[in-house]
Nanobody, 118 residues
Framework: QVQLVEAGGGLVQPGGSLRLSCAAS????????MGWYRQAPGKERELVAT???????NYADSVKGRFTIARDNAKNTVYLQMNSLKPEDTAVYYC????????????WGQGTQVTVSS
């Protein structure tokens, strides 16, 4: 069964922190890139951060210095540590896992709500 299990979303105050996790089913193999995307109300889905199997990271400019992405290849899990949260970070956050051109797939999690508000 293909599954991305997300956890860690919730309500936090501005300046607070959250840690998101996303565990891919062991049936998902040879994951090239894992990452997080978000979609705010009325907005397009946008990249937050990605990380390759080799550890190369990419961040949206809006989150650089505040968010950190990491992965545990053995656990098929990706994390997003979110610090200094701002109201504009409020969105549904989606986990993503995709393969390579040799073993191709593009899977999405169900989304987890992050709300930053006083």
């Amino acid at each position: 069964q293909v599954q991305l299990v997300e956890a860690g979303g919730g309500l936090v105050q501005p300046g607070g922190s959250l840690r998101l996790s996303c565990a891919a089913s062991r049936s998902i193999f040879s994951i090239n890139t894992m990452g997080w995307y978000r979609q705010a109300p009325g907005k397009e889905r946008e990249l937050v951060a990605t990380i390759t199997s080799g550890g190369r990271t990419n961040y949206a400019d809006s989150v650089k210095g505040r968010f950190t992405i990491a992965r545990d290849n053995a656990k098929n899990t990706v994390y997003l540590q979110m610090n200094s949260l701002k109201p504009e970070d409020t969105a549904v956050y989606y986990c993503n896992a995709r393969g390579s051109s040799w073993v191709w797939y593009n899977y999405w999690g169900q989304g987890t709500q992050v709300t930053v508000s006083s």
